[in-house]
């Protein structure tokens, strides 16, 4: 293992993010120890973050027994090595740009943790909002965020703040197509890597990394919102991501600006209909 920032992120990881903790992505492993923790996933049914069958969604007879069959490797899988590992049953089916619509899970655990989706949203400001409000105040955020540098995003510059700000403020949603073409000079024309996968996939929101990361615009980013934030960047043979854990508790500066817009966010999602992915915010 190496971290090139030499922080103490290892120590408060472990001593952090403990107790009740929502996991959001598919399996965030990196540092985490998951002896002290439980689990509940949340994710959507098909994206850029994986795919998740829920049982009891399940129409046809082959689908259902497919479903079945993956559920119960699962629990095996679990059984052998614990709140590391995934179960569907277990998945609370929701993409969380709108988890401000959903007061069961408002403010309920005490960590929220993600590996490789931060950098999918449209909206980083707005999702990471998302993980505030359901996570407990003062609890603790935990995020790995590919760094650019090793991986497909290679050959683009890292997001500046003051466009991550900008995407906030303009209500940006999952229609946005601003990052399509840079995304694919890198992921698909240079790197090659994305080049299969999209074969099948489209370039649009889930499945592109919408934003740049690197160690400095994720701490940016991090302060900019929050009242305490430890970043560091892991690079080895299994990982190479920025790594971000934080207070659950927003800076009174980001608050005073934008409490207003914040609630306008709140009732659109409140409006928003699920199935109709061309909706706006504005």
């Known amino acids: 293992m190496s971290l090139l920032c030499n922080t103490n992120i290892q120590e408060i990881v472990k001593d952090r993010v403990t107790g009740k903790v929502a996991r959001i992505g598919g399996r965030m492993n990196q540092l985490l120890d998951y002896n002290n923790c439980k689990v509940t996933d949340i994710n959507i049914i098909d994206g850029g973050y994986g795919k998740v069958r829920n049982l009891l969604s399940v129409k046809s007879i082959k689908s259902m027994l497919r479903t079945a069959i993956r559920q119960t490797r699962q629990e095996m899988v679990y059984l ?15 993409d969380l740009h709108f988890a401000s619509n959903q007061p069961n899970i408002q ?3 005490d960590a929220s943790i993600s590996s ?12 990471l909002l998302n993980f505030y409000f359901i996570t407990k ?10 760094n650019y540098r090793y991986t497909f995003d290679e050959f683009r510059k890292p997001t500046t703040l003051e466009h991550i700000i900008d995407d906030f403020k303009k209500m940006i949603w999952f229609n946005d197509e601003t990052h399509v073409e840079d995304y694919t000079m890198s992921a698909i024309d240079k790197n090659g890597y994305q080049c299969e996968f999209h074969k099948t996939y489209p370039v649009s929101y889930p499945f592109m990394h919408m934003h740049v990361f690197d160690e400095v615009n994720v701490r940016e980013l991090a302060e900019y919102m929050f009242e305490e934030a430890t970043v560091d960047c ?5 990982y190479s991501d920025n790594l ?3 207070k659950n508790k927003l800076n009174t500066n980001f608050l005073k600006e934008h409490s207003n817009l914040i609630e306008k966010y709140k009732e659109f999602i409140q409006n928003y209909k699920a199935n109709d992915t061309n909706s706006t915010l504005k």
Do not use: C
């Open 80 to 94: 052998l090595h614990g709140e590391r590992e995934m179960r569907d049953r277990k998945t609370v089916i929701l």
């Open 137 to 146: 105040e003062g609890g603790y955020q935990y995020h790995a965020i590919p």
């Open 234 to 238: 892991i690079r080895n043979d299994e």
């Open 107 to 109: 403010h309920k655990f």
């Open 244 to 246: 971000l854990i934080l």
């Open 116 to 127: 490789n989706m931060i950098e999918h949203s449209p909206n980083p400001i707005w999702l």
